[in-house]
């Protein structure tokens, strides 16, 4: 007897085998600093604090063509996927990848916000917020900042009551370092074809022997290190807690001022390590204020590496960290901080110490995200580190305009977990410095927060403030 045909409509809704479906939809493996990054957005999404996110503003003179800024978004979300793609572990390889989303809306709509006294172009619909302030804590505490549109960026439009307007992009950090922000806020405004493509290099060519010989030095830093103890302002426990900001903007004489004592401090070549001695002396100072005096500092450093090689893509973490650890006596001086970040840099540099990170995490990339901060923080007795820091250096030099609006400012917001609770963070623009103080509610005072800048702004200038309290020794 003759077989009957195959039922097609019972095949089709036959479920695709799950390998499949991972070989398919995959877009990138993570790779690097990415599995650091998870691990923390894990554990700050596990204590009600949001996951880790960045926030870019582009300060605006005036306001843009909204109908352009609404149409190079829409080519935006069209051009790349990762942008909505969502992160999935494979059951059978164990690679952590990004894989392609399956909403149906893709979109990047531009929300637009004004403050009281703001006027909206066109009878456009807006939505009314007391303050940009207002506006920025909404928009970094709530956790359905991702809800509408794509998963991984959004994007906002606040016309300021004074006149202007701020432009700016919110984003998860495990897609995006503060660099990659400025690349893709390029691609937004300068419109080109994507890079091919926009993901991470191809996998490391190493073998396992060789991995973990490439691994053993950062390994030895860390046993290393653990001989000292460090704290931090939340202290070892994760806490929940708004994010908060405050920031720091230097005119242009006043940041050639900065730029000449970093100069005469630590090199022109070396101006990062005169921001990370400005920003271990400003943490001290919250210290004093609690009246302890912390032995050691530890401060992990992410170093670029995009210019090795993985070209313009906007996307992944493309850094490797250094960690840094000063005592108390070289805090005793600007001068002398600067000088043992300069001697440990050169030190971790000459020892290979950013490739060997790089391949610890290569190694533990086939583990659950948690094992990462459980190692560090098993390391250095559940902290992870003393507070967070980067310099981003000259923002984006193509960012002139947009679509119409003259750019009079431009830097980051990153968000901190806590612990540290806290993080000091520098970016230039067009001769100007910006350093921005994020921390979270319970791990930082505001009095502390304001002692912070207070000794931040004296290193930075150098001028003198009120002596420190009475402290003890910790």
Same mark, same amino acid.
């Not at 908060?244 to 230097?250: H, V």
């Not at 032995?295 to 590496?305: G, R, T």
């Given at each position: 007897?003759?077989?009957?045909?195959?039922?097609?409509?019972?095949?089709?809704?036959?479920?695709?085998?799950?390998? =499949?479906?991972?070989?398919?939809?995959?877009?990138? =493996?993570?790779?690097?600093?990415?599995?650091?990054?998870?691990?923390?957005?894990?554990?700050?999404?596990r204590h009600g604090q949001h996951g880790l996110i960045g926030q870019t503003h582009v300060r605006l003179e005036s306001v843009p063509d909204i109908a352009r800024l609404g149409e190079a978004a829409r080519r935006l979300a069209e051009a790349y996927p990762l942008l909505d793609a969502e992160v999935r572990r494979n059951p059978f390889t164990l690679r952590v990848a990004w894989h392609r989303g399956r909403g149906a809306d893709r979109s990047l709509p531009v929300n637009l916000w004004f403050e009281n006294g703001a006027r909206v172009p066109g009878g456009r619909r807006a939505t009314?917020?007391?303050?940009?302030?207002?506006?920025?804590?909404?928009?970094?505490?709530?956790?359905? &900042?991702?809800?509408?549109?794509?998963?991984?960026?959004?994007?906002?439009?606040?016309?300021?009551? &004074?006149?202007g307007s701020l432009l700016a992009l919110t984003w998860k950090h495990l897609l995006f370092d503060g660099k990659g922000a400025e690349l893709l806020l390029d691609a937004l405004v300068n419109p080109a074809p994507p890079s091919s493509p926009p993901a991470a290099p191809a996998r490391r060519s190493e073998g396992l022997r060789e991995l973990i010989r490439l691994a053993t030095p950062i390994v030895k830093r860390f046993f290393e290190l653990a001989a000292n103890r460090y704290s931090s302002l939340a202290g070892p426990r994760p806490l929940p807690g708004r994010l908060?900001?405050?920031?720091?903007?230097?005119d242009t004489e006043a940041t050639a001022r900065i730029q000449a004592r970093s100069d005469a401090a630590a090199g022109p070549l070396f101006r990062f390590g005169f921001y990370l001695a400005c920003a271990l002396r400003a943490h001290r100072q919250a210290f004093l204020a609690r009246g302890s005096d912390?032995?050691?500092?530890?401060?992990?450093?992410?170093?670029?590496?995009?210019?090795?090689?993985? &070209?313009?893509?906007?996307?992944?973490?493309?850094?490797?960290?250094?960690?840094?650890?000063?005592? =108390?006596?070289?805090?005793?001086?600007?001068?002398?901080?600067?000088?043992?970040?300069?001697?440990?840099?050169?030190?971790?540099?000459?020892?290979?110490?950013?490739?060997?990170?790089?391949?610890?995490?290569?190694?533990?990339?086939?583990?659950?995200?948690?094992?990462?901060?459980?190692?560090? $923080?098993?390391?250095? $007795?559940?902290?992870i580190t003393s507070f967070f820091h980067s310099f981003t250096g000259e923002f984006s030099a193509k960012l002139a305009d947009v679509f119409g609006a003259r750019v009079t400012n431009a830097f980051h917001i990153p968000s901190v977990s806590a612990p540290p609770g806290s993080g000091l963070f520098f970016g230039l623009f067009n001769g100007r410095l910006n350093a921005t103080f994020s921390w979270r509610e319970g791990s930082v005072g505001d009095d502390e927060a304001g002692l912070v800048l207070a000794r931040l702004q004296a290193d930075l200038l150098g001028e003198e403030v009120l002596p420190p309290r009475e402290c003890v020794p910790t």
């Open positions: 007897m003759r077989r009957p045909p195959p039922d097609e409509s019972r095949n089709a809704r036959r479920p695709v085998p799950t390998l =499949r479906i991972f070989s398919r939809n995959r877009i990138a =493996r993570l790779t690097g600093a990415d599995h650091f990054v998870l691990a923390l957005d894990h554990m700050m999404s009314e917020i007391p303050s940009e302030s207002d506006w920025v804590d909404h928009v970094l505490n709530e956790p359905s &900042g991702f809800r509408d549109g794509l998963r991984n960026l959004r994007l906002d439009l606040l016309l300021l009551g &004074g006149g908060r900001f405050r920031m720091l903007t230097f912390p032995a050691h500092f530890l401060v992990s450093l992410p170093v670029q590496v995009r210019k090795k090689g993985l &070209g313009n893509t906007p996307f992944q973490n493309c850094v490797t960290i250094l960690f840094f650890s000063l005592d =108390r006596e070289s805090l005793a001086s600007l001068e002398s901080a600067a000088r043992a970040v300069q001697a440990q840099f050169e030190e971790m540099t000459r020892a290979g110490l950013d490739r060997s990170f790089t391949a610890v995490l290569e190694l533990m990339s086939f583990l659950p995200s948690p094992v990462y901060l459980r190692f560090l $923080r098993w390391q250095f $007795r559940s902290e």
